[in-house]
């Protein structure tokens, strides 16, 4: 791909991107690898907003965010070549992020808002001024319920709930076995169910509706 412009020459606004969620991915990793660069922004645009709760939720502050998931984009065109497919394509940029993400830890102090802080200022204005106070007691509820949790609980949390990564992409992300994400997140849900957190944290999911993390 050494021939092929590479994507992202411009001041590219992670959190602008477009949307391409009708684009068919196999498609759009065909045409990247041989060479397309446009076919591999449109790929971006697919995942650039999960990764950067992703990386959120790992580092802990918003601009620093930003800056991983544009070294994982560019570190992942740059190597797109092995990607094989065996796993999905998501869950390999984890598996970058997360070297982006030890990498830059070794030269610096990652301060900021957890995941659950950020979801704790969202605004919800389609709200009435009762229901916004409500949604407000029940964020504030939610982030300290999950900021007292051990590190490496609360972590599986956040990326599961408020980052949206599958447990594939956490246990990549993580660097640690799917297994190890499946036990971390069950005993972090019994952790908030025994101080009867009675907050759905992710309402729109199978898991929520279901019961199962």
């Known amino acids: 791909m050494s021939s092929a412009s590479e994507p992202f020459g411009g001041n590219m606004a992670i959190m602008g991107t477009v949307n391409a969620h009708e684009d068919d991915e196999h498609e759009l990793i065909d045409r990247a690898k041989a060479g397309e660069a446009s076919a591999f922004e449109r790929l971006a645009g697919q995942h650039a907003a999960p990764l950067w709760r992703c990386a959120l939720a790992l580092g802990k502050d918003s601009h620093w965010a930003e800056d991983l998931v544009q070294e994982t984009l560019v570190e992942a065109w740059r190597s797109l070549a092995r990607f094989d497919g065996r796993c999905r394509f998501s869950t390999w940029l984890y ?11 070794r030269n610096r102090n990652a301060v900021g808002l957890s995941a659950s802080d950020v979801l704790g200022q969202v605004q919800c204005t389609a709200c009435s001024p009762d229901r916004s106070a409500e949604v407000s007691e029940d964020a504030q509820r939610v982030r300290r319920a999950v900021t007292s949790l051990p590190e490496e609980h609360r972590l599986v949390v956040e990326l599961r709930f408020f980052a949206g990564a599958t447990l594939d992409e956490i246990a990549a992300a993580l660097g640690c076995p799917l297994g190890t994400v499946k036990s971390r997140l069950h005993y972090a849900l019994e952790r908030l169910r025994q101080m009867n957190l009675a907050v759905n944290l992710f309402p729109s999911s199978r898991e929520a509706r279901e019961g199962k993390p």
Request: proline share 0%; aromatic share 10%; hydrophobic share 35%.
């Open 95 to 105: 598996g970058i992020l997360r070297h982006r993400f030890l990498k830059g830890r």
